[in-house]
């Protein structure tokens, strides 16, 4: 089959390799009817994720057809048409029962790794490095599905592929990013980074009953999809001005935003020349993994007694955490990588009820074949790119 | 690794890891390199210096990644990389300096030397090293992405009761 | 640097203690080497908790200590590989399989993972599979 393949740094290529098998009783087969780019996949694409190895097929966000289930598998069957979350999860863990997926204990056979890196294991991803385990990716024809019967959501024929495609990942992501701001109604919430999942947790914001959702960027189209369609009532374009603690200030009145979403993660751009200068230089030389302009911002910006919630994806350590402020202000920070699985049932109730259409944010869709030019676009926001969806 | 040039071999150093290597190599130059290289305080030390000064300067006006005031079109910069490197070589031979022993004239050779190689290992490709077909993008683009981005119809209605009601579970 | 190593399993102590004796449900490393098994009760609802010790003669010398460190390390790893794949099978009923790692998890896979992407029949046999 072809499969989008990481080659070295910034170059990914449509390969031929074998078509996947079942490995496992509780295995599943999907042939892939869409799948998408994640901002997360150009942590890979960049070069900053460890334990890349030529040939890894990439790709978290995917759904398609069952076309064949292992012995173990009985909630599914050939034919059915499901969308599949990007954690592995086993279902049978203490993590799993508490519904904390992303933290399954042994769906990642190099947890050893994972516990060098991070203190403990955590579960299992498709296509992000062999630190999450090693899976091969769903930017290709087919995948092999670990845990068919606790993972895959079936989703009737009705919606179109781009209604769904999302509760693999940015959806779930952006709404839990959402949900930790404890919205009861008539918050101030800002949210750092325009893209996909920042459009998505601006949108659930909204949905959540939030009167001003604050969107920052530097990429102007960016910001005018997040007013136009995700329901922005407030942006902030920090190319125009640095300063983005004093316009949040000014924009809530001087009180500062309720709570802050950090959709922005370790590639964070600083509206400081010199500070991304910096930034830059001391990533290149890994002095540091992470860039934390937008984090640090967002925890200086947010009120007293309000809650920092980070969504934006990080793998190491960054310089300068504002402690004192974090302490002082007595700010709760809320964090982790979605739990898609229990997203699933209720965000797809949502879509169902017209509540919210997640095919807004997609701006490209192109053939599989096409995909070395879809990372390109989307790296370096050309022609209005906010998300891209691959057709295999 | 792709061809990110028509030169026909890899050119794996992009405009970013070519910043960090103007800034580190001319402060290295400007500080501990005279001393390394035993040429402190001759002729030979503080060409060296002047060297790293005026390469660092250059690249902080240079427009590429890790430039701090955006004048210099990368390209132009690589050729005054190319000038420097053949004009550092030179200076040994043209003072006459290279009669005084090889610590005259052998670090310019090698520093040269090093500056023309990661010249050839550069991607002298344009500004964000973007190196996609927009035009192919453009054509295979299956949807419309400015309609997309300009288009007023909000995606997502504001909350009724009922909705933080069904998902808060 | 230690010897011991724990793991939690989300089973009774009588289920564990079963499951540990039992021949499908393995630990081959653990019986090879000299070590102490014990299992107790843990907290709430967390389930069981396995604790390994391995024996270890004291090192007479700096040398040998340095060297019982580095291979103590790699022995640990090994047990530590034993109790995570006693807990897959137990609490899954299989062992998480990826593309990289076909034969489940393994220390000395650890530096010499596959690429992730699907195995060659010729690859699937030398796997097991």
Partial sequence: ???????????????????????????????????????????????????????????????????????????????????????????????????????????????????????????????????????????????????????????????PDEQVLFLSDIFPTGYMGAEFCEISGGECIAVFGAGPVGQFAIASAVMLGAERVIAIDHVDYRLEMARNKAGATDTINFREDPDVVEQLKLLTGGRGPDAVIDAVGMEAVSGHVPVHAAERLKQA????????????????????????????????????????????????????????????????????????????VVTHRLELGEAPNGYETFKHKEDNCVKVVLKP | MTENSTAGFPRPVDATLHGATDYSVGAALMTVFPRLARVEGTPAGRQIRTAGAIHAGYSTLTDYPLGVVRLLPYKAHLAIDAIGALALAATPFATGQFRQGRSQWVPHVALSAFELVSLMLSDPTGRGNYKADVAAVRRSNMEDPHRKVHDKTPAVTRRSDSVARETAQ | MGSKAAITLLRSHEEVRRLWNSPEYPHEYIDAVDASVTFRDAPGDRGTEIHVELERGAPRGKLREAVQKVVGSASLAKVKDDLRRFKQRAETGELPRSEGTPEGERAERKLKQHPAQPLKESELEKAGL
Avoid at chain 1, 99 to 124: D, I, R, V
Avoid at chain 1, 133 to 140: D, E, M, P, S
Avoid at chain 1, 293 to 319: N, T
């Fill in chain 1, 1 to 159: 089959m072809r499969a989008n393949v990481w080659s070295g740094r910034n170059t990914v290529q449509v390969e031929n390799v074998p078509d996947p098998k079942l490995l496992n009783d509780r295995d599943a087969i999907v042939k892939i009817t869409s799948t998408a780019i994640c901002g997360s996949d150009l942590h890979m694409y960049d070069g900053y994720i460890p334990t890349m190895k030529k040939g890894d097929i990439l790709g978290h966000e995917f759904m398609g057809e069952v076309v064949e289930v292992g012995r173990g598998v009985s909630n599914l069957q050939a034919g059915d048409r499901v969308v599949v979350p990007f954690p592995i999860a086993c279902g049978d863990c203490w993590f799993c029962r508490h519904e904390l997926y992303a933290a399954c204990e042994n769906s990642n056979p190099n947890g050893g790794l994972a516990e060098k890196m991070f203190g403990h294991p955590t579960a299992g991803i498709f296509g992000y490095s062999h630190l999450t385990g090693g899976y091969a990716g769903g930017q290709a024809e087919y995948a092999r599905v670990p845990y068919a019967d606790v993972g895959p959501f079936k989703v009737e024929d009705d919606l």
């Fill in chain 1, 285 to 360: 030389a890994r002095a540091e993994t992470d860039r934390g302009a937008a984090l640090r911002d967002a925890i200086l910006a947010c009120r007293p007694g309000g809650i920092v919630s980070i969504i934006g994806a990080y793998g190491g350590l960054m310089d300068k955490f504002p402690t004192g402020a974090l302490m002082n202000k007595g700010l709760s920070i809320k964090t982790g990588q979605c739990h898609v699985q229990r997203y699933l049932k209720p965000l797809y109730e949502h879509v169902k009820a017209g509540h919210i259409d997640p095919s807004f």
